[in-house]
């Protein structure tokens, strides 16, 4: 389809007149404010396994990929200005909210419009424990979605202000986004299809070209962190099989709905499970909880041998004799990963982990307090993530409806809510509340955009025409 077809608010979404000024004073005082209600109870911020391998890396150096290394260098950062993980438990947090500040200020008609929607933005991440729980550990997701709203916050900037070193800036944030999780690119990709739309204000000939620059170096870049580490730029090695785990768990879920074992010989050998066997140990809820050696339950044979070729060959083979049973075993990880199962599955991490490095919390009782505040109010129905998709959607088709020039980044960010919440759908080891953390606060930023552009007219509440 030409560009010339599509509707008009869509061909030119957004120009230097649709846009207002940026508030940075005001998003800095207020994103400060933010940042230190999330900060300053957990200090220096809960810490997994996750989060210690990294830390551990940043000291000893990359060794592996499996995680992506670019976490591993924002703990760098943090340790040689900060001397531990607090200064990147603040960083992402302060990016987060100053870039949702600048985003929601440039959609708002006045300051006490701008700081309505991002008051509504701020109440949201406290709402919904899921947001607060991932907001206060050191979890590579957090600086996933900070580094993607400041990259659209720069787009913005670079079409307010016709700016090409916005644009450029726009090449840094999303190098960063996208290096921290590789799968992020559902997540921005209807952002970067609308930048590719509209680099800036002005229709210069060569902005596109700059823009699609800026996008192929920023997925190379990426993904290139993955195979040259910093700063000797020594090869890593191949990515580890961390699909096979998943493919594991896949056969497992599906052999229990559908009856009869599907794994492969490589698990059929002496100590192979029965069907009955496979069912005591599946767990909808994590991969690790699966393989979990418990007291009374046989445990899965370890093949002696590497078994990724016959697992993946079985796990093809499953999707395809047995596509419903398949879809049931995903549906129920979904179901909890979306707070739709009796109980939301791994809200926030329990605390910091044991470690060599002597991080603890600087105020022990006030962590135990968030955690269990997290922990208990993420039962609440009204509380669960799958609410915020729900009011997106609705958000988003009204501005589609009024066909507002807004509608474009209301669509992005909806549009990359849902498509990265469906790629975990099929590919999540997990059911942890913080793999949807992103296309959560991207739904969060789309209701405050939404409220922020409401205008009185008349006695009436009619949304900005932007």
Not at 449 to 455: F, K, Y
């Amino acid at each position: 389809m030409s560009s010339q077809r599509l509707p008009a608010f869509l061909r030119t979404p957004l120009t230097d007149r649709d846009l207002q000024a940026p508030r940075a004073l005001t998003g800095i005082l207020v994103a400060t404010l933010a940042t230190l209600l999330i900060c300053v109870p957990v200090w220096p911020g809960l810490m997994s396994y996750d989060s210690l391998l990294a830390y551990r890396q940043s000291i000893d150096g990359v060794e592996i990929a499996d995680w992506p290394p670019m976490h591993d260098y924002l703990f760098y950062l943090s340790r040689r200005l900060t001397g531990g993980p607090g200064g990147l438990l603040a960083a992402q947090n302060f990016v987060l909210f100053f870039s949702a500040s600048l985003i929601i200020s440039m959609f708002a008609r006045s300051r006490w419009q701008h700081l309505l929607g991002f008051a509504l933005f701020v109440a949201s991440c406290f709402y919904f424990p899921t947001l607060l729980g991932t907001l206060i550990v050191n979890w590579k997701d957090v600086p996933l979605a900070s580094f993607g709203l400041l990259a659209i916050a720069f787009w913005l900037l670079a079409v307010r202000h016709s700016s090409r070193l916005m644009l450029t800036l726009v090449a840094v944030a999303l190098t960063i986004a996208l290096s921290v999780r590789l799968n992020s690119l559902p997540l921005l990709l209807p952002f970067l299809m609308l930048a590719l739309l509209r680099p800036t204000g002005e229709r210069r000939r060569d902005d596109r070209t700059i823009a699609a620059i800026v996008v192929v170096a920023s997925i190379a870049i990426a993904y290139m962190s993955t195979m040259w580490r910093l700063p000797d730029l020594k090869r890593l090695p191949p990515l580890g099989h961390t699909f096979k785990g998943v493919q594991l768990w896949d056969l497992i879920g599906t052999s229990a709905c559908a009856g009869t074992s599907l794994l492969p010989p490589a698990y059929s050998g002496q100590g192979a499970l029965s069907v009955d066997e496979l069912r005591a140990i599946y767990d909808p809820r994590h991969v690790d909880l699966t393989m979990l050696h418990r007291d009374g339950i046989k445990p899965l044979p370890t093949p002696a041998d590497d078994s990724s070729a016959e697992l993946a060959q079985a796990w093809r083979a499953a999707i395809r004799d047995h596509p419903i049973c398949y879809l049931h075993h995903r549906q129920r990880v979904f179901e909890y990963q979306m707070g739709l199962a009796d109980h939301v599955f791994l809200p926030t991490h329990a605390g910091i982990d044991a470690n060599a490095y002597g991080i603890s919390f600087r105020h022990p009782e006030a962590a135990a307090a968030r955690i269990n505040s997290v922990a208990s109010g993420a039962e609440a129905w009204l509380r669960r993530p799958f609410w915020l998709y729900i009011l997106a959607a609705i958000v988003t088709l009204l501005t589609v409806n009024g066909r507002k020039r807004s509608a474009p980044v209301a669509i992005a960010l909806g549009l990359g809510a849902v498509l990265y919440a469906a790629t975990f759908f099929f590919l999540a080891p997990a059911a942890d509340a913080r793999y949807i953390f992103p296309s959560n606060i991207f739904c969060a930023l789309l209701l405050a955009i939404a409220l922020a552009s409401l205008e009185l007219r008349r006695g009436a509440i009619a949304p900005m025409a932007a």
